[in-house]
């Protein structure tokens, strides 16, 4: 059998991006088609991989001005031929997945959301600061986008969704039914050590991840918290930050397990689609403050592997994080439960699903 995986772009690194290395592992020999691709933003591994990305990457400055050409994904996706293959799998929350098959081929979409610009458009518009004349230039190209999107999904024979939030999107936006799988979680060996005095947040440092409510509510607390990672919201978030934020930037992967390892709570205020960052600081056996909604509600136990706070305001964190400086928590217990969605449990979940689901399509036809 031969396969192809498509994921969206390769120009910076998140939970997508290790969803895709988990779907590498299953298919090592796989090539990687996707519309751009940054080795400088990668990890070094991914140099080692059949990396094809498409002809946006000889566009000028695309680096910079990879948001501006957002019309030109779906004409690059539609573009790469795949006919050498049986089976595509694609990662996709935008564009991925509008590739198009051979008749006899089987497409199976591994969806982390619909494309969340195009169908929760005032939510983005609104983090991303666009004024009025921006917000109505882009009324006529999202909707083309959401035509687009909703054309493409034609082109699947088969959704998985990260989280049953998506799932819900699918059946919404596309009328499609999605078996939902989570993502993977890296479950390194756990040491059971004391927790640090430090609060811990990061990631991609982009709007909508809501770090402003962490930076603020911090800095009025006077407690620490260290902030992993980089992006185009940090230089904002450091102007609002007090002396007690510490922003580390982009660290390896061998000081983020120490990280999380030693901080006393992982800070997650943004509304996810999943969010493996969560399970990662409970795989390090340590609490999660997040906010009450999308996928943190699927993983996050109240009073067990951390608290919620529902309003999605700086007082209602602060309160949060007040009322957690005075409970315990088993981290053992947290680390149970974060094993639930190691990377094996990932591969032979995705493994089983993709037989199937090849093997039925082909039957039907």
């Known amino acids: 059998m031969r396969v192809a995986i498509i994921h969206d772009y390769l120009n910076q690194y998140g939970g997508a991006e290790r969803v895709l290395e988990a779907l590498h592992d299953l298919f090592p020999e796989a090539p990687v088609y996707t519309s751009i691709y940054d080795p400088a933003a990668m990890p070094d591994v991914y140099r080692t991989w059949d990396i094809r990305p498409s002809w946006m990457q000889r566009l000028p400055a695309w680096r910079r001005l990879f948001r501006a050409y957002v019309l030109l994904y779906p004409l690059a996706f539609e573009s790469f031929d795949l006919?050498?293959?049986?089976?595509?799998?694609?990662?996709?929350?935008?564009?991925?997945?509008?590739?198009?098959?051979?008749?006899?081929?089987?497409?199976?979409?591994?969806?982390?959301?619909?494309?969340?610009?195009?169908?929760?458009?005032?939510?983005?518009?609104?983090?991303e600061g666009f004024g009025a004349a921006r917000r109505a230039a882009l009324t006529l190209p999202l909707t083309l986008l959401r035509l687009w999107d909703v054309v493409s999904t034609q082109r699947v024979d088969a959704f998985i969704a990260n989280s049953h939030a998506v799932a819900r999107r699918i059946r919404r936006y596309y009328r499609r039914e999605a078996v939902v799988i989570p993502p993977p979680v890296d479950l390194p060996p756990f040491c059971d050590t004391p927790p640090g005095a430090y609060f811990l947040a990061g990631g991609r440092l982009i709007p909508y991840k809501r770090l402003d409510l962490a930076v603020q509510a911090f800095t009025r607390l006077g407690l620490p918290l260290k902030i992993f990672g980089d992006g185009r919201d940090r230089q904002r978030l450091q102007a609002m930050a007090g002396p007690n934020i510490t922003f580390l930037g982009r660290v390896s992967e061998a000081e983020r397990r120490a990280l999380f390892s030693s901080c006393r709570a992982f800070v997650f205020p943004g509304e996810e689609d999943f969010g493996i960052a969560p399970l990662e600081?409970?795989?390090?056996?340590?609490?999660?403050?997040?906010?009450?909604?999308?996928?943190?509600?699927?993983?996050?136990?109240?009073?067990?592997?951390?608290?919620?706070?529902?309003?999605?305001?700086?007082?209602?964190?602060?309160?949060?994080?007040?009322?957690?400086?005075t409970e315990r928590y088993d981290p053992h217990a947290i680390r149970r439960h974060a094993e639930r969605f190691g990377k094996e449990a990932f591969l032979a979940r995705m493994r089983s699903f993709v037989a199937e689901a090849y093997n039925r399509c082909k039957v039907e036809g």
């Open 83 to 127: 006919s050498a293959y049986d089976l595509l799998i694609s990662s996709s929350s935008a564009f991925a997945k509008g590739v198009i098959p051979q008749p006899d081929a089987i497409h199976v979409c591994y969806c982390h959301t619909p494309m969340r610009f195009a169908w929760r458009t005032p939510d983005y518009l609104a983090r």
């Open 281 to 325: 600081a409970m795989a390090a056996g340590r609490p999660v403050i997040a906010y009450a909604a999308g996928g943190a509600l699927e993983t996050v136990i109240e009073g067990i592997t951390g608290r919620f706070f529902r309003e999605h305001t700086v007082e209602a964190l602060m309160d949060t994080v007040a009322a957690m400086l």
